[in-house]
């Protein structure tokens, strides 16, 4: 193979004098037909990302596809047009040394316009944004001196010759002015599309407020409803709906919250006065086990988004995240703090109040598939990674044989996705768009993205071994769009057989001896 | 460069175990990428890395699993220790407790992988001396009795964490040679005898013939 990084190396060093020095005596017109349609341009295709975690980023791909185009583009069509010059040995010279400001005037423009109509066609093919920034380099000159005439010591063109120039350049115009139409096209559409998504936000807000929230017990399940909550719940009625959905069976109140959130208070005063180092070893496995999640609680704080800096000590929710996590490990000593939590109560204090967080939080751990991962109960986690296969196995059967000659159980990906309901592994907005439907459909739903995940990037994950599954699975890509996403949802079926997602789950629940064979990983014995 | 990452003559698994907040994450990344991150994000459940480094001339692919460092995670994170050729059991110099369940955490691994693994005692973050809780010699001292080895590093000044993966990864190798060469009709090693295949690869000799570089 070519060797990869030289090529923008040679590609410079390459460019005759006369071309460096014009591009250095315009500088301001050169970058327009260049960046002027950077900020449309697309996120890379998830094949690039794909391509990035194997380690095999194009760079190599487009090194050598650069090097194919510039030998054909450049070489080719210097040789042909500057035949007469390399004949005579001082034509070269002469070439090298002409007044870069001589033609300056007219230059900028027609630089531009050949530059954007030289793209315009090169572009065609964009196979990734790597290639593009090669294209950036691509040597400017040529092609714009074709309505120039020869230097005097050159025979000059003849009639034909300039009236064939002159054509090739309108056509070289016509084709940049028909591309930046499109281009301004291309813009407006999507200043459109976004206008319109807030519009979208806006009305919706409008519907929740004054129809929905009012009448919710009856309008809750309705079909409207449903497909205007899938679209995504408006920021700021988001709190209030998931407050709504996830409910308060255990009928919690502000006033308990107080209650609990004093006495973890005392607890950490009575924690750090004696120190928790000392005797842990003649306490009882219980009093270690609390001061470890106190610890922990401490520990995970600033762990949690650290990248959102709001959680971190000194930071504006540090000491709400604390107070609801140590609430709860008061309220639910049988649960106490497990690492994933702390994800969970930070997503719920971004949209709820600090009360209200904690009720939904208490409330949304109570639930069966939540109790059963914070209990870490293995047999009943093996039951749900070995229903996500059957809905995994009948959605993508491809993928699924994949996985399975890997040996990859699903425990490897679920486990994270699942105790953090998504929101350390999506981008924190479109976690909030997950956790939007999962209030709508419940359980059903995690699993039902993790699908969606896996069928976005089932290509990708096909071409890969297992070390680079997993390490694509435990860390997703930053790039990942809620269009993509949940278009790849919405096409996975929780249809198995006619049976449902509860129906294949209960039966699993039946049939006991089954499920820790060789699904997952076997229990601790 | 991408080319070179594939080309490998033997993949290791090695697990990163050890109390919450010890810094396994960040050895991790240290050691595969060079970076470390003050409020690295907690790890629930497993996490991946590899790197591909050289042993004499043999090129070896650590695969090196990072699990979730809570008690309460052991049951779903043992299970990960199946396979597994080598193990860094990771404890806070600063913090005895984190050295006090070692033991335990021994305990777990044994019964879990196979009994020859190879493992290493590390005492992370030296960078942090004056709030040192767990003396050296005293770790080294228990390293030795329990046939481990023992390495002190530290993954914010970056100290030792190339040695502690270099050194785990020879004494592995060498393991390997030495089983192979005791059973040299086979094409596939494992220190157990057993096929490694099942879960993951765990040491797969792959073309032996391209080791010369």
Not at chain 2, 128 to 152: C, S, T, W
């Amino acid at each position: 193979p070519p060797a990869p990084l030289g090529f923008t190396d040679v590609n410079l060093n390459s460019r005759n004098t006369y071309e460096v020095s014009r591009r250095r005596s315009a500088p301001e017109h050169l970058p327009h037909g260049g960046t002027g349609t950077a900020p449309a341009e697309p996120a890379p295709p998830p094949q690039e990302a794909a391509e990035k975690a194997r380690h095999r980023l194009g760079i190599a791909g487009a090194g050598s596809s650069f090097a194919e185009f510039f030998t054909r583009n450049f070489f080719t069509k210097r040789t042909k047009e500057l035949k007469p010059a390399v004949q005579s040995a001082p034509g070269w010279k002469l070439f090298g040394k002409v007044p870069p400001r001589e033609n300056l005037p007219k230059d900028s423009k027609i630089i531009q316009q050949e530059y954007e109509a030289r793209t315009g066609r090169m572009y065609k093919p964009p196979p990734s944004s790597a290639r593009r920034k090669n294209i950036e380099f691509e040597p400017l000159s040529t092609t714009a001196l074709i309505l120039e005439d020869r230097p005097a010591n050159l025979p000059a063109k003849s009639v034909e010759e300039a009236l064939r120039h002159r054509q090739e350049y309108d056509e070289m115009v016509a084709e940049a002015k028909k591309r930046e139409i499109k281009e301004a096209h291309k813009r407006k559409k999507i200043m459109r599309e976004r206008f319109k998504q807030e519009e979208n936000i806006a009305s919706a807000m409008v519907i929740w407020v004054n129809e929905i929230l009012p009448n919710w017990e009856g309008m809750r399940a309705t079909r409207r409803v449903r497909e205007l909550w899938w679209q995504g719940l408006p920021p700021s009625v988001r709190g209030k709906v998931w407050s709504l959905a996830v409910g308060n069976e255990l009928n919690i109140t502000p006033e308990l919250y107080e209650i609990f959130l004093s006495r973890a208070k005392e607890r950490w005063k009575s924690f750090s006065e004696t120190g928790s180092e000392n005797d842990i070893e003649d306490a009882g496995a219980s009093v270690a086990d609390r001061e470890a999640s106190l610890e922990l609680i401490k520990l995970d704080i600033s762990r949690t988004f650290p990248s959102l800096y709001i959680f971190q000590k000194g930071g504006p929710y540090h000491d709400l995240l604390h107070s609801v996590l140590g609430a709860y490990t008061c309220y639910r000593p049988d649960v106490g703090y497990v690492q994933g939590m702390s994800f969970i109560a930070a997503v719920l204090i971004l949209n709820l109040e600090e009360a209200d967080a904690f009720i939904a939080f208490a409330n949304l751990l109570n639930k069966p598939c939540q109790l059963a991962f914070f209990r870490v109960d293995h047999s009943m986690m093996l039951k749900y990674f070995a229903a996500f296969e059957v809905f995994f196995e009948e959605n993508l059967p491809k993928l699924f044989l994949h996985f399975k000659s890997y040996s990859l159980t699903p425990d490897i990906y679920l486990i994270d996705w699942i105790f953090t309901l998504y929101s350390k592994s999506l981008p924190l907005d479109l976690a909030c768009r997950v956790w939007d439907v999962f209030c709508r459909d419940g359980e059903e739903f995690l699993f039902r993205t993790g699908l969606g995940i896996l069928r976005l990037y089932e290509d990708i994950l096909l071409q890969m071994d297992f070390i680079h599954i997993a390490q694509f699975l435990t860390k997703l890509p930053e790039d990942i769009t809620s269009e993509k996403l949940f278009s790849c949802i919405a096409a996975i079926q929780m249809q198995n057989s006619n049976k449902k997602w509860a129906q294949v789950f209960a039966s699993l629940m039946k049939d006991n001896k089954e499920g820790d064979k060789n699904h997952s990983p076997a229990p601790k014995t | 460069m991408g080319s070179a990452e594939e080309d490998y003559n033997f993949v290791f698994k090695v697990v990163l175990i050890g109390e919450s907040g010890v810094g396994k994450t960040n050895l991790l990344s240290r050691f595969t990428r060079n970076e470390f991150n003050h409020d690295s994000r907690t790890t629930i459940g497993v996490e991946f890395s590899t790197r591909t480094i050289l042993v004499g001339d043999a090129v070896v692919k650590a695969q090196i699993w990072d699990t979730a460092g809570q008690e309460r995670y052991r049951a779903i994170t043992s299970a990960y220790y199946r396979g597994a050729v080598g193990a860094l059991v990771v404890f806070d110099i600063t913090k005895h407790q984190t050295y006090d369940v070692v033991d335990r955490w021994l305990k777990e691994l044994y019964d879990h992988a196979e009994a020859s693994i190879v493992v290493m005692l590390v005492g992370n973050k030296t960078d942090l001396a004056q709030a040192r809780e767990v003396p050296m010699e005293e770790a080294k001292m228990f390293a030795d009795n329990n046939g481990l080895l023992f390495i002190e590093t530290s993954a914010l000044d970056s100290n030792n964490v190339e040695e502690a993966f270099e050194t785990i990864l020879k004494e592995i190798f060498h393991k390997v040679q030495k089983q192979k060469q005791r059973s040299s009709q086979s094409n596939t090693v494992s220190l157990a005898g057993e096929n490694p295949s099942s879960t993951a690869p765990a040491q797969v000799e792959r073309r032996p013939c391209c080791v010369a570089l």
